[in-house]
């Protein structure tokens, strides 16, 4: 089994920065590729990232493109999702999820999840 616990959401303006933290317990991290994801009301869940299990890569969604980056640290088991330049399209659940081996921009790949933590953007 595998916990995952985010942190790091909350309220902020429009062109604001937030960085959200999943700190993953219970197996070796690096055999996980870790992805983020994320839910607006009314919407279903969608890929935003993903990081592969040695870090070298990454996979973004075009509309974060060249304004969220992923990373990890796997000396502390974390994830994480650098956000800039916010909108209040971005409000939505984001979820860190961890799957075995390759990375993955389907949902459905990932084996586990995280509770999720709110991120809202006002204009």
């Known amino acids: 089994q595998v916990q995952l616990i985010e942190s790091g959401g909350g309220l902020v303006q429009a062109g604001a920065s937030l960085r959200l933290s999943c700190v993953a317990s219970?197996?070796?991290?690096?055999?996980?590729?870790m992805g983020w994801f994320r839910q607006a009301p009314g919407k279903e869940r969608e890929f935003v990232a993903a990081?592969?299990?040695?870090?070298?890569?990454?996979y973004y969604t075009d509309s974060v493109k060249g304004r969220f980056t992923i990373s990890r640290d796997n000396d502390k088991n974390t994830v994480y999702l650098q956000m800039n330049s916010l909108k209040p399209e971005d409000t939505a659940v984001y979820y860190c999820?961890?799957?075995?081996?390759?990375?993955?921009?389907?949902?459905?790949?990932?084996?586990?999840w995280g509770q999720g933590t709110q991120v809202t953007v006002s204009v």
């Open positions: 999820a961890a799957k075995y081996f390759a990375y993955s921009s389907n949902q459905n790949d990932y084996k586990y």
């Open positions: 219970g197996r070796t991290f690096s055999l996980f590729a």
């Open positions: 990081i592969t299990r040695s870090g070298g890569d990454t």
